[in-house]
Protein backbone atom coordinates (compact mmCIF):
# COMPACT_ATOMS: atom_id res chain seq x y z
CA UNK A 1 0.00 0.00 0.00
CA UNK A 2 1.10 3.19 -0.86
CA UNK A 3 0.84 6.50 1.51
CA UNK A 4 -2.01 8.26 -0.12
CA UNK A 5 -4.06 4.70 0.79
CA UNK A 6 -3.15 4.66 4.49
CA UNK A 7 -4.26 8.25 4.49
CA UNK A 8 -7.35 7.58 3.35
CA UNK A 9 -7.91 4.42 5.38
CA UNK A 10 -6.89 6.94 8.70
CA UNK A 11 -8.73 9.68 7.39
CA UNK A 12 -12.53 7.37 6.63
CA UNK A 13 -11.66 6.12 10.22
CA UNK A 14 -11.38 9.61 11.74
CA UNK A 15 -14.14 10.42 10.11
CA UNK A 16 -16.27 7.62 10.93
CA UNK A 17 -15.63 7.35 14.47
CA UNK A 18 -16.00 11.68 14.82
CA UNK A 19 -19.93 10.71 13.46
CA UNK A 20 -20.49 7.56 15.37
CA UNK A 21 -19.39 9.88 18.59
CA UNK A 22 -21.47 12.84 17.29
CA UNK A 23 -24.77 10.98 16.51
CA UNK A 24 -24.30 9.48 20.08
CA UNK A 25 -23.51 12.52 21.79
CA UNK A 26 -26.70 14.52 19.75
CA UNK A 27 -28.88 11.11 20.68
CA UNK A 28 -27.73 11.91 24.69
CA UNK A 29 -27.98 15.46 24.63
CA UNK A 30 -31.26 15.56 22.93
CA UNK A 31 -32.73 12.53 25.63
CA UNK A 32 -31.95 14.66 28.51
CA UNK A 33 -33.15 18.03 27.34
CA UNK A 34 -36.85 15.95 27.03
CA UNK A 35 -35.82 14.51 29.79
CA UNK A 36 -35.31 18.36 31.97
CA UNK A 37 -38.25 19.55 29.86
CA UNK A 38 -40.57 17.27 31.36
CA UNK A 39 -39.28 17.53 34.81
CA UNK A 40 -39.60 21.13 34.41
CA UNK A 41 -42.90 21.41 32.48
CA UNK A 42 -44.94 20.88 36.13
CA UNK A 43 -43.05 23.81 37.59
CA UNK A 44 -43.45 26.44 34.75
CA UNK A 45 -47.42 25.87 34.38
CA UNK A 46 -47.18 25.92 38.39
CA UNK A 47 -45.26 29.41 37.79
CA UNK A 48 -48.08 30.67 34.64
CA UNK A 49 -50.62 29.88 37.51
CA UNK A 50 -49.48 32.32 39.98
CA UNK A 51 -48.52 35.08 37.72
CA UNK A 52 -51.85 34.57 36.36
CA UNK A 53 -53.36 34.66 39.98
CA UNK A 54 -51.12 37.66 40.27
CA UNK A 55 -52.76 39.52 37.48
CA UNK A 56 -56.24 38.52 38.41
CA UNK A 57 -55.61 40.70 41.56
CA UNK A 58 -53.25 43.76 41.06
CA UNK A 59 -53.63 46.13 38.41
CA UNK A 60 -56.86 47.67 36.36
CA UNK A 61 -59.85 46.53 36.92
CA UNK A 62 -60.39 45.15 33.53
CA UNK A 63 -57.49 43.27 33.53
CA UNK A 64 -58.12 42.08 36.76
CA UNK A 65 -61.46 40.62 35.58
CA UNK A 66 -59.76 39.32 32.16
CA UNK A 67 -57.31 37.56 34.04
CA UNK A 68 -59.96 36.32 36.68
CA UNK A 69 -62.10 34.70 33.67
CA UNK A 70 -59.02 33.08 32.46
CA UNK A 71 -58.54 31.54 36.04
CA UNK A 72 -61.43 30.15 36.38
CA UNK A 73 -62.10 29.00 32.88
CA UNK A 74 -58.62 26.89 33.53
CA UNK A 75 -59.25 25.36 36.88
CA UNK A 76 -62.51 24.87 35.49
CA UNK A 77 -61.32 22.39 32.48
CA UNK A 78 -58.51 21.33 34.72
CA UNK A 79 -60.77 19.71 37.44
CA UNK A 80 -63.13 18.54 34.35
CA UNK A 81 -59.85 16.70 32.88
CA UNK A 82 -59.14 15.31 36.70
CA UNK A 83 -63.09 13.98 36.94
CA UNK A 84 -62.67 12.35 33.20
CA UNK A 85 -59.30 10.88 33.90
CA UNK A 86 -60.12 9.09 37.49
CA UNK A 87 -63.24 8.16 35.70
CA UNK A 88 -61.95 6.05 33.02
CA UNK A 89 -58.51 4.38 35.43
CA UNK A 90 -61.74 2.95 37.42
CA UNK A 91 -63.42 1.70 34.45
CA UNK A 92 -66.75 3.96 35.12
CA UNK A 93 -69.28 4.17 32.19
CA UNK A 94 -68.59 7.47 31.03
CA UNK A 95 -70.41 7.04 27.56
CA UNK A 96 -69.67 10.54 25.07
CA UNK A 97 -68.11 12.31 27.81
CA UNK A 98 -64.42 12.22 26.78
CA UNK A 99 -65.13 13.84 22.88
CA UNK A 100 -67.71 16.46 25.22
CA UNK A 101 -64.76 17.13 27.19
CA UNK A 102 -62.07 17.35 24.30
CA UNK A 103 -64.25 20.02 22.17
CA UNK A 104 -65.09 21.78 25.47
CA UNK A 105 -60.62 22.46 26.04
CA UNK A 106 -60.92 22.90 22.56
CA UNK A 107 -62.95 25.77 22.67
CA UNK A 108 -61.55 26.81 26.21
CA UNK A 109 -58.35 26.99 24.47
CA UNK A 110 -59.75 29.25 21.70
CA UNK A 111 -61.31 31.62 24.74
CA UNK A 112 -58.40 31.40 27.01
CA UNK A 113 -56.36 32.90 24.12
CA UNK A 114 -58.75 35.31 23.33
CA UNK A 115 -58.63 36.48 26.97
CA UNK A 116 -54.99 36.97 26.60
CA UNK A 117 -54.73 39.15 23.81
CA UNK A 118 -57.74 41.05 25.81
CA UNK A 119 -55.06 41.29 28.59
CA UNK A 120 -52.90 42.85 26.47
CA UNK A 121 -55.08 45.82 25.04
CA UNK A 122 -54.22 48.90 25.99
CA UNK A 123 -57.43 50.46 25.65
CA UNK A 124 -59.81 49.85 28.41
CA UNK A 125 -62.83 50.35 26.72
CA UNK A 126 -61.29 47.56 24.14
CA UNK A 127 -60.70 45.40 26.97
CA UNK A 128 -64.56 45.97 28.67
CA UNK A 129 -66.51 44.70 25.31
CA UNK A 130 -63.62 41.79 25.11
CA UNK A 131 -64.90 40.70 28.80
CA UNK A 132 -68.68 41.66 28.07
CA UNK A 133 -68.10 39.52 24.84
CA UNK A 134 -66.06 36.50 26.31
CA UNK A 135 -67.48 36.65 30.09
CA UNK A 136 -70.62 34.98 28.58
CA UNK A 137 -68.53 32.14 26.31
CA UNK A 138 -66.59 31.81 29.54
CA UNK A 139 -69.76 31.05 31.65
CA UNK A 140 -70.88 28.21 29.39
CA UNK A 141 -67.84 26.76 29.19
CA UNK A 142 -68.15 26.48 32.90
CA UNK A 143 -71.59 25.39 33.14
CA UNK A 144 -70.75 22.79 30.74
CA UNK A 145 -67.94 21.69 32.31
CA UNK A 146 -69.72 21.90 36.12
CA UNK A 147 -72.23 19.68 33.85
CA UNK A 148 -69.49 17.14 32.99
CA UNK A 149 -68.44 17.08 36.31
CA UNK A 150 -71.96 16.45 37.84
CA UNK A 151 -72.89 13.56 35.23
CA UNK A 152 -69.43 11.89 36.36
CA UNK A 153 -70.98 12.27 39.46
CA UNK A 154 -74.63 10.20 39.07
CA UNK A 155 -72.73 7.78 37.14
CA UNK A 156 -70.56 6.75 40.09
CA UNK A 157 -73.25 6.39 42.25
CA UNK A 158 -72.32 3.26 44.88
CA UNK A 159 -74.33 0.14 44.66
CA UNK A 160 -77.59 0.24 47.44
CA UNK A 161 -78.26 -2.50 49.35
CA UNK A 162 -80.81 -4.10 47.08
CA UNK A 163 -78.22 -4.47 44.28
CA UNK A 164 -75.52 -6.08 46.91
CA UNK A 165 -78.31 -8.31 48.39
CA UNK A 166 -79.09 -9.24 44.84
CA UNK A 167 -75.46 -9.68 43.97
CA UNK A 168 -74.99 -11.91 47.09
CA UNK A 169 -77.81 -13.84 45.65
CA UNK A 170 -76.46 -14.43 43.09
CA UNK A 171 -73.56 -15.63 44.14
CA UNK A 172 -75.08 -18.30 46.25
CA UNK A 173 -76.83 -19.61 43.37
CA UNK A 174 -73.81 -20.02 41.38
CA UNK A 175 -71.65 -21.09 44.58
CA UNK A 176 -74.39 -24.11 44.86
CA UNK A 177 -74.45 -24.98 41.17
CA UNK A 178 -70.34 -25.01 41.76
CA UNK A 179 -70.73 -27.41 44.60
CA UNK A 180 -72.94 -30.10 42.67
CA UNK A 181 -70.80 -29.85 39.37
CA UNK A 182 -67.77 -30.67 41.85
CA UNK A 183 -70.05 -33.31 43.42
CA UNK A 184 -71.38 -34.75 40.50
CA UNK A 185 -67.84 -34.63 38.35
CA UNK A 186 -66.37 -36.90 40.63
CA UNK A 187 -69.33 -39.50 40.97
CA UNK A 188 -68.49 -39.76 37.71
CA UNK A 189 -64.70 -40.54 37.67
CA UNK A 190 -65.29 -43.23 40.79
CA UNK A 191 -65.86 -46.74 39.17
Partial sequence: ?????????????????????????????????????????????????????????????????????RLRLRDSLAATGRSLGVAMDSRQ??????????????????VDRQLAVAER??????????????GVQVEQILQTATGVRQALARTSQPMTAVDISELTRRLDVEAKMLDNWAATYTALGRP
Fill in 121 to 134: DPDRGIQRVYAQTL
Fill in 1 to 69: MDAGTVLLIILLGIVAVGGTTALILGTLLFRVGLLVARRAAPGAALMRRGVLQFRAQSGPQQRRELAGM
Fill in 93 to 110: HIGNLAYIVRTLEHAGSV
